[in-house]
């Protein structure tokens, strides 16, 4: 069983920026971040191979999201710049022992964090 720990979100202007942070129990194979707007289904946002550190990005945060990792405290982050109101969203945090969270569903998930982006 792996425990998942969010921090940041917040409210934050548009152009702003914001970064989360997830701290897992152990060490696990692929974290990253899944986001779900109000009304619309839950998106894949990024990844990373804690290993190797391979990341993998949504589309539409390639260039302004950046994923990393911190594989001595089995943490990773996501620092989210120049954010618009339509990344509006809850952040969930999520994690897999041995597959990869965007090409397998995620069998664990943090609490989730609101982060609000006025326009």
């Known amino acids: 069983q792996v425990q998942l720990v969010e921090s940041g979100g917040g409210l934050v202007q548009a152009g702003g920026s914001l970064r989360l942070s997830c701290a897992a129990s152990?060490?696990?194979?692929?974290m990253g971040w899944f986001r779900q707007a109000p009304g619309k289904e839950r998106e894949f946002v990024a990844g990373v191979l804690m290993n190797s550190g391979d990341t993998s990005y949504a589309d539409s945060v390639k260039g302004r999201f950046t994923i990393s990792r911190d594989n001595t405290k089995n943490t990773v982050y996501l620092q989210m710049n120049s954010l618009n109101p339509e990344d509006t969203a809850d952040y969930y945090c999520?994690?897999?022992?041995?597959?990869?969270?965007?090409?397998?569903?995620?069998?664990?998930w943090g609490q989730g964090t609101q982060v609000t982006v006025s326009s």
């Open positions: 999520a994690t897999n022992e041995r597959t990869s969270i965007k090409t397998s569903p995620p069998r664990y």
């Open positions: 152990g060490r696990t194979f692929s």
